[in-house]
């Protein structure tokens, strides 16, 4: 058993004081529930993914241990684990998972960015005069890392500033505080030098009834992906900090009850949204915009990237729409790319990267690089 930091501990007791202790009970309850679920959603998800891939290309799979596979075709072979490949190299990961490092390195290719700063969980004075230097607010994120885990957004003044901060603090030491900007969430998947899929997703949203408050609205939906057979979710749906904050923007609690049909965003972290919420866009977007996902996989040193952009339409490049990248993802979920609204147009992106594996299975920086 894990013993909690005094940072997760210091985090519980912030977020009690906004839930109550009625509300934690019932999410350590479900907490316990979906560990387990989630753990075998995941394997099965994985092996089904690799597996069809296998089938469309004529090669045999060999499970070696949990959401580890041996990939054979002919003489050649590669190895997976879970949805790790061996496309990338290892400095490549690594660079890859240093946030702002990676900011610079996009900046330096000519490609946008949000502006940012970086610092250091015990000292966020240098973070306090960001914030005030501007009435947009602000995201707060650890600094490496990846899954939407520590990320709060909303973020308007010091007291704000500081409850993130602590939130953050449990999953580094360094942490990144930036401008939102206005837009959508864009994942476009790129493998050697193009586009393999695009999916908008939408943050995470809840419709109200008339009856039930928020707060029972987002405990009807954690007990929803409890007790859905399928890959409904890989993670739950939870309040924590940047649920508050999204809902105090908005003019919300967890005590209001939305009208009958009224939808409001409850999260500004996408990583927790539903599948209904995701929007399959296959490549049907701005070449331009295109272009800019395969330059930051580039700028990264990336053969396989899940590059993440903020803006207000995949109908343009970056610079025209004042859209941004934030987030160069050297082991892309390409769960994402399943787990669409439109699911007929479900892209069957793990083909064409075992494809890649297969054919190359050591790691090179893309020709067009």
Not at 267 to 286: Q, S
Request: aromatic share 4%; hydrophobic share 45%.
């Amino acid at each position: 058993m894990t013993v909690p930091s005094w940072r997760g501990i210091a985090t519980r007791v912030d977020l009690l004081r906004s839930t109550g202790p009625r509300h934690a009970w019932r999410r350590y309850r479900q907490d316990l529930a979906l560990r387990p679920v989630l753990a075998g959603r995941g394997e099965r998800l994985v092996r089904t993914l690799w597996a069809d891939a296998a089938r469309e290309l004529g090669a045999t799979v060999t499970e070696l241990g949990s959401s580890r596979f041996e990939i054979r075709l002919g003489q050649t072979s590669t190895r997976i684990d879970g949805q790790t490949t061996a496309l990338n190299s290892q400095e490549a990961v690594v660079r890859a998972g240093d946030k702002p490092a990676v900011y610079g390195l996009l900046s330096r290719a000519g490609l946008p960015v949000p502006e940012h700063l970086a610092f250091r969980s015990g000292d966020a004075r240098a973070a306090r005069t960001f914030l005030e230097r501007s009435p947009v607010p602000c995201f707060v994120k650890p600094a490496d890392g990846s899954g939407g885990e520590g990320i709060t957004g909303e973020i308007r003044n010091p007291g704000e500033l500081r409850r993130a901060t602590l939130s953050a603090s449990r999953f580094a030491s360094r942490l990144l505080i930036e401008r939102e900007v206005p837009g959508d969430v864009f994942r476009l998947l790129v493998l050697d030098g193009r586009v393999l899929d695009v999916v908008r997703r939408l943050r995470p949203r809840i419709t109200g009834d008339g009856r039930s408050t928020v707060e029972e609205l987002v405990l009807g939906e954690y007990d929803r992906r409890l007790g859905e057979d399928g890959a409904l979710a890989l993670k739950p749906f939870v309040v924590d900090l940047d649920c508050i904050l999204t809902l105090q923007n908005a003019g919300l609690s967890l005590r209001s009850v939305l009208p009958a049909g009224t939808t409001v965003t409850v999260k500004t972290v996408t990583n927790w949204n539903r599948p209904e919420e995701n929007m399959a866009l296959g490549t049907a977007v701005a070449k331009e915009l295109g272009a800019d996902a395969v330059a930051a996989a580039c700028a990264v040193g990336l053969r396989l990237a899940g590059v993440d952009v903020i803006a207000p339409t995949a109908n343009a490049g970056l610079a025209a729409s004042g859209g941004v990248v934030v987030d160069v993802n050297a082991v892309p979920a390409l769960h994402h790319h399943a787990l669409v609204a439109n699911g007929g147009a479900t892209a069957r992106v793990a083909v064409p990267i075992l494809r890649a594996l297969l054919e190359n299975a050591g790691p090179a920086a893309s020709d067009d690089c």
